[in-house]
């Protein structure tokens, strides 16, 4: 059983940052990467970014390039998604996700098998 939970969503103005967690318990060994996801009303949940949990190797939507940093905590079960130059456009729930699915590139919702309850991000303009 996995548990991952976030946190540090919030309300910024464009242009800020925040910073998102996601705490791991459980099998946490069986992990091969984390992603994040964002969901905005009306819309399909989309990927944000990702890290391989033991490599260390980063992807991240052409949206957030040069904006947003996913990093991990190996030791303490944390990933981190650091938020810059944030806009209105980014106002979503965004969520935690584990999978088990080797590989790079796990930018498909479906790849993934344990997801947090989320957090909500609020950019306004």
């Known amino acids: 059983q996995v548990q991952l939970v976030e946190s540090g969503g919030g309300l910024v103005q464009a242009g800020g940052s925040l910073r998102l967690s996601c705490a791991a318990s459980?099998?946490?060994?069986?992990?091969?990467?984390m992603g994040w996801f964002r969901q905005a009303p009306g819309k399909e949940r989309e990927f944000v970014a990702a890290i391989s949990w033991n490599l260390g190797t980063t992807w991240n939507a052409d949206s957030v390039k040069g904006r947003f940093t996913i990093s991990r905590d190996n030791a303490k079960n944390l990933v981190y998604l650091q938020m810059n130059s944030l806009k209105s456009e980014d106002t979503a729930v965004y969520y935690c996700a584990a999978t088990q699915v080797p590989g790079f590139r796990l930018t498909a919702p479906f790849l993934y098998d344990y997801w947090g309850q989320g957090t909500q991000v609020t950019v306004s303009s």
């Open positions: 459980g099998r946490t060994d069986s992990y091969r990467a």
